[in-house]
C-alpha cells in the first residue's frame, strides 16, 4: 500500500497552516504552472500565428520576462522569422516550425541541448497551441511572474540591507523604483 504525499504548497488562492503553531506559512495566488510551461505555451502560440500579430505581441515583452534563457532564444528565432516575413512582404503568412527551426541551426543555437529541447517541446504537437486571446493571457501571465520573481529578489535584498549602511539602504531603495515600470507592464496598477 502506498500513502499519497501531500503537496506542502498550498492551493492557489488559499491559506497553508503551519502545523506546528497554526501560524500562517504562506498565501499562493500565482498561477500553479511553471514558467517553463507559461513561456513554452506562448511560444507554441506564436508558431503558426500570422508574422505581424508575432512581432505586435513581441513588441509587449522584454527579455527578461523569460526566467528561461533557452525558452527566450527559441522566442527570439519567432521573432526574427516573423520579421522576415514582414519584410519579404507576407505579414499575413503564418511563423512555421520548420523556418523557426532553420533559423535556429544559422544562428548555432541548437548546439545548445536546452535550446534543441525547448524547441522539440513547442513543435512535437504533444500539445495544440492556444487560441490566440489565450497566447495574450499568456504573455500577461509571462510579465505577472517577471514581476512576482523581480519583488523576491528586491525584497530579500530589502531584507538583508535592513542593518546594513545608509549607502547600501539608498541603493536597496532605488532597486524599488524601478519596480514600478513591471508592475505597470505586468498590469498592476500603481499610485
Known amino acids: 500500500m502506498?500513502?499519497?504525499k501531500q503537496s506542502t504548497r498550498p492551493v492557489q488562492g488559499q491559506v497553508q497552516d503551519d502545523n506546528a503553531g497554526g501560524?500562517?506559512?504562506?498565501?499562493?495566488?500565482?498561477?500553479?504552472t511553471s514558467p517553463e510551461l507559461l513561456e513554452q505555451g506562448l511560444i507554441r502560440g506564436l508558431i503558426g500565428a500570422p508574422a505581424t500579430r508575432v512581432i505586435a505581441l513581441a513588441n509587449t515583452l522584454?527579455?527578461?520576462?523569460?526566467?528561461?534563457?533557452?525558452?527566450?532564444?527559441?522566442?527570439?528565432?519567432?521573432?526574427a522569422c516573423a520579421h522576415?516575413?514582414?519584410?519579404a512582404g507576407c505579414g499575413d503568412a503564418p511563423v512555421?516550425?520548420?523556418?523557426?527551426?532553420?533559423?535556429?541551426?544559422q544562428a548555432g543555437a541548437l548546439q545548445q541541448d536546452t535550446v534543441a529541447r525547448a524547441l522539440i517541446a513547442v513543435t512535437a504537437g504533444a500539445y495544440l497551441?492556444?487560441?490566440?486571446?489565450?497566447?495574450?493571457?499568456?504573455?500577461?501571465?509571462?510579465k505577472q511572474a517577471r514581476l512576482r520573481r523581480a519583488l523576491v529578489v528586491v525584497g530579500e535584498d530589502c531584507l538583508t540591507t535592513a542593518t546594513a549602511s545608509t549607502q547600501e539602504i539608498t541603493r536597496c531603495l532605488s532597486r524599488l523604483h524601478g519596480l514600478v515600470g513591471v508592475a505597470r507592464r505586468a498590469g498592476v496598477e500603481v499610485a
Open 62 to 79: 522584454v527579455p527578461h520576462d523569460f526566467h528561461a534563457p533557452h525558452n527566450h532564444t527559441v522566442f527570439a528565432a519567432v521573432v
Open 23 to 32: 501560524g500562517v506559512i504562506a498565501f499562493d495566488d500565482t498561477s500553479t
Open 84 to 87: 522576415a516575413l514582414v519584410e
Open 129 to 142: 497551441p492556444p487560441a490566440w486571446p489565450d497566447v495574450e493571457q499568456l504573455a500577461t501571465g509571462m
Open 96 to 105: 512555421s516550425a520548420e523556418r523557426v527551426q532553420q533559423h535556429l541551426q
Open 2 to 4: 502506498t500513502d499519497t
